[in-house]
């Protein structure tokens, strides 16, 4: 599924600044544009700041090799994708659309190169309509909601400062009368530690009195000084933890976050909410109701390789049916299989399992939910629940559901279970999702139970 957004116009291709300059040099920019001859004048942004940590230089290198044009936003939508497999197509290489290891190595020996040749490319257009594959999830921002996104790109080179461009593009759909309403980018690339040195500066560049979102595109680090100030600033912080390389570790850094009330968001938290919906209203009859506190028995299959979709659902089933965790094990095997057991208010016991099932092909998101069974040891509840996803089936569920008759339900894909478009919902918002909160503290307590096994 491709997502269209309208075009973009170009008010200004990103321009080197010092960034003593940045606000003066985007004032320049409305200025020159607040009274054209050709009777079309241009707004600056006015709904909020997004800020973007993009560790990854992947769309810096391929911009400058000339593979990708548009801001650069650190956002990897189908804008990015295309560009890779153009690159890809270009060094004879698997055509796949997705970075690896030997796709960025190959990216920076390139770029080692034609910076040697003096032959770096800058393609800059001053319209540019969606790629044929989708337009990037910067424009659908632009389009619905005019803002300044601040780019932070920490580079592994010597440390030689800071560097700043500034940027401007207007969706032309978005006009009052004849005045486009444009989106400012500022783009920041530095060392770590330069990058942290300019930290006050960051604040200063935030617009005042709207909302500011954070995207940290990396794992959460709360003693590193940037993150730091940027917590302080910022109405929520938003993390993918699909993408985190050590799930668990990384998941317990936000369990604190949220301890310390900080404003988090997980784009992840957003993938599982069908399979919420579904067991909801799988409940959601009068007859079924009272069943529902019957159930002591839960199953989880998710992708292995990441346990976050499967502890976010296993914590919020039990922050809803008032489950305490009180014990953990680790069983490991070809299923990485783990056991968690609860207690309600009645000092009942519930026992939970997740399974890691290793499949031959992953999903786009490493860790999907693949299948799930709620049941009870009460042969006579009517509580037994099955859902699975539309691609891997329910046989597992099913050969264990016993002799109870259990209720079976397909989970369909959802086109907003997208990176692009769980960010797009995420900017509507701001602040903590209590929700979230909640089955968050569950899985956090979980993880906790998990270090002291």
């Not at 909020?48 to 990897?76: H, K, M, N, R």
């Not at 055509?95 to 290891?101: E, M």
């Not at 299959?301 to 009180?326: C, F, H, I, M």
């Not at 009870?376 to 264990?400: H, I, K, P």
Request: proline share 4%; charged share 25%; aromatic share 8%.
């Amino acid at each position: 599924m491709t997502t269209q957004s309208p075009s973009l116009v170009s008010l200004q291709a990103p321009k080197d600044v010092s960034i003593d300059d940045i606000e003066s040099e985007l004032r320049r920019i409305w200025q020159t544009y607040s009274n054209n001859d050709d009777g079309v004048s241009a707004m600056r942004a006015t709904t909020f700041t997004f800020i973007v940590y993009e560790p990854e230089a992947t769309q810096q290198l391929l911009a400058a090799l000339g593979f990708y044009t548009g801001p650069i936003d650190g956002i990897a939508g189908p804008r990015t994708t295309a560009a890779i497999k153009s690159a890809q197509k270009s060094f004879g290489m698997e055509v796949t659309g997705t970075s690896d290891p030997a796709f960025s190595k190959r990216v920076q020996e390139e770029f080692a190169l034609k910076k040697a040749e003096g032959k770096l490319e800058s393609k800059i257009v001053n319209t540019y309509a969606p790629d044929l594959e989708g337009s990037n999830i910067a424009d659908s921002i632009a389009a619905s909601n005019p803002c300044r996104i601040i780019t932070l790109c920490p580079t592994a080179e010597e440390d030689e400062g800071v560097t700043a461009q500034v940027s401007a593009y207007c969706p032309i759909n978005k006009r009052n009368q004849n005045t486009l309403i444009c989106c400012e980018y500022i783009t920041l690339k530095g060392t770590a530690t330069a990058l942290e040195r300019i930290s006050g500066l960051l604040s200063e560049l935030m617009i005042s009195d709207l909302p500011k979102f954070l995207w940290w595109k990396a794992s959460p680090e709360s003693e590193y000084g940037l993150f730091k100030r940027l917590i302080e600033h910022c109405d929520t912080i938003i993390f993918d933890s699909s993408t985190f390389i050590n799930p668990e570790e990384d998941l317990l850094k936000i369990g604190q976050l949220l301890e310390h009330d900080v404003p988090v968001a997980d784009l992840n938290w957003g993938r599982i909410a069908a399979w919420q919906e579904l067991t909801a209203e799988a409940f959601d009859a009068p007859e079924r109701r009272d069943a529902a506190m019957e159930i002591d028995q839960i199953t989880i299959d998710y992708e292995k390789g990441n346990t976050v979709q499967a502890l976010l659902y296993l914590g919020w089933v039990a922050s809803r049916l008032k489950w305490r965790p009180v014990a953990y094990s680790y069983e490991g095997g070809d299923y990485d299989v783990k056991k968690v057991t609860f207690t309600n208010s009645e000092n009942r016991t519930i026992t939970a399992e997740l399974a890691g099932i290793p499949l031959a092909d992953w999903g786009n998101v490493l860790g999907d939910l693949i299948s799930l069974r709620l049941s009870s040891t009460n042969q006579e509840a009517d509580c037994c629940t099955v859902l699975c996803s539309e691609t891997a089936g329910c046989m597992r569920m099913e050969a264990g559901g016993g002799a109870q008759s259990c209720r079976i339900q397909q989970v369909t894909s959802l086109a907003d279970q997208k990176t692009e478009q769980l960010l797009s919902h995420q900017l509507q918002r701001w602040g903590l999702d209590v929700l979230y909160a909640e089955s968050m503290k569950i899985a956090y307590e979980i993880l906790m139970l998990s270090k002291s096994e």
